[in-house]
């Protein structure tokens, strides 16, 4: 199948399309602050707009989620999912350019949400462009469902999709992250973690107290904080809430050798990270790429207590609070690791420490057999100069559940994130010329739909 034609199309109009993902990164879309986000939801439904989809912003009990189709001159149907909240872009004295102004610098473009998730959702509308002005019509029918929380756990999402499932019906979905490895591999991720997101608080007092008057005689929330913390694994970084392994599932045969075709990572981690070693003693290429993926995991991000200014302030903390991620593998729940917390906490004299569920969702995967995968698999193989590389499942977590549960559709993955990219940090960016490359890649998905048989 050529592409000629297509691939003309989306080279000559790829600065005009940077042009309108620069708008969509101007604008501020902060989930966590909820910044911005009503106006970024009508940029991206006036996006979908000017390509001739049925645009819609739909209400949720949070951000609105933008739902746009066009039908095509099949009956087969790709669902796209996007979202278009960002990442908090703190600490700001860190960024080289200010976050919400897109910059340009040595062929990338730098913004807040550039490569999480706005540029994957510009790219696919470069290669839509493409495609109409080559063809006159898209080879299937393309619902796009782009949402506003993805990153605080698309903590709304799941009862739209639940009462959306006619509206959102297709046949295979693309997600939102995709792109090549720190090798310039192509990816094919076809899984997620799951995640339970909590903040934990400690409150000894109605106040701060001078240190002097209190560190002897009063309770530090600090302290009690940190012990509570303390009891959650132990020193080979095993965790240790009641029944917390009772469900995981061990990786298949099939997906541990789809693993072990992975590039060599120990040395790269060292270098990019400047680390020394890895937990547990990993010094093996295939341990470590199981257990960064199939094993739970229970991770401080972060804390909070007492004076943490500039010079020294004697001062006994009243409050204390930590955010916490659990990561999750099959066939883990958010649900029953909240219930396993609470009854650890408890059983250990911490009753008085508060849980806060900030969120989260269980793991899911695609069958890395399925015919869906094939199609990303073939799309990206004259994109590329290496072939695609199929990994079963990524340490992030994300909604795909929703869509596998609810919907019953394949995921597959396309898009123009690599190992540079920065998602989350500051100085996020992507590569224009993967942005390209990534266009034509979901251009490709999109004619292979045309003969899609399914299972």
């Known amino acids: 199948m050529a592409y000629q034609k297509i691939d003309q199309l989306i080279e000559e109009k790829r600065d005009s399309s940077i042009e309108e993902l620069s708008r969509l990164c101007a604008q501020p879309s902060v989930a966590a602050q909820h910044l911005g986000i009503e106006e970024c939801a009508v940029l991206v439904a006036d996006s979908l707009r000017a390509r001739g989809f049925e645009a819609q912003i739909l209400l949720t009990g949070g951000s609105p989620v933008v739902f746009g189709e066009r039908k ?239 010079g020294s302030k004697t001062v006994l903390p009243a409050e204390a609070r930590a955010k916490v991620d659990f990561r999750l593998v099959p066939n883990q729940t958010p649900e029953k690791v909240l219930a396993q917390l609470r009854a650890h906490l408890d059983a250990h004299g911490f009753d008085d420490i508060e849980i806060v569920d900030l969120g989260g969702n269980p793991p899911a995967k695609t069958d890395p057999d399925h015919p869906a995968v094939k199609i990303a698999v073939d799309a990206a193989k004259d994109v590329y100069d290496k072939p695609a590389r199929v990994i079963p499942m990524v340490g992030g977590s994300g909604p795909n559940f929703m869509f596998k549960t609810y919907l019953d559709v394949p995921i597959i993955s396309s898009g123009a994130g690599d190992s540079e990219s920065g998602a989350h940090a500051p100085n996020e960016s992507i590569s224009l010329d993967l942005y390209v490359k990534s266009a034509k890649h979901f251009a490709r998905i999109l004619k292979l739909m045309e003969s899609y048989k399914g299972l």
């Open 72 to 310: 095509g001159r099949t009956d087969k149907t790709l669902l796209v999912y996007d979202h278009y909240d960002v990442q908090p872009p703190e600490p700001l004295d860190l960024w080289e350019s200010p976050p919400f102004e897109p910059t340009l610098r040595d062929g990338r473009l730098y913004a807040r949400g550039v490569a999480d998730n706005k540029g994957n959702f510009a790219g696919r509308l470069l290669a839509i462009d493409a495609l109409l002005d080559a063809e006159g019509e898209l080879p299937c029918n393309v619902k796009f469902v782009v949402e506003g929380e993805e990153e605080i756990g698309s903590v709304n999402l799941e009862p739209f999709v639940r009462s959306h499932q006619e509206l959102l019906a297709g046949d295979v979905c693309v997600w939102e992250v995709g792109g090549v490895d720190h090798m310039d591999q192509p990816i094919q991720m076809l899984g997620m973690r799951g995640i339970c997101y909590v903040e934990l608080r400690a409150r000894t007092a109605n106040q701060d107290v001078h240190s002097g008057t209190g560190g002897s005689i009063f309770p530090n929330a600090a302290w009690r904080l940190v012990w509570a913390l303390a009891s959650l694994k132990d020193k080979d970084e095993n965790i240790l809430l009641p029944g917390f392994y009772e469900d995981v599932i061990p990786p298949t045969e099939r997906e541990k050798e789809l693993l072990a075709q992975g590039p060599e990572m120990i040395a790269f981690y060292k270098e990019k990270y400047e680390i020394d070693h890895f937990l547990k003693g990993i010094n093996h290429e295939l341990e470590l790429a199981i257990e960064g993926v199939y094993e739970p995991t229970c991770t401080i991000c972060g804390l909070t207590s007492g004076y943490q200014g500039e």
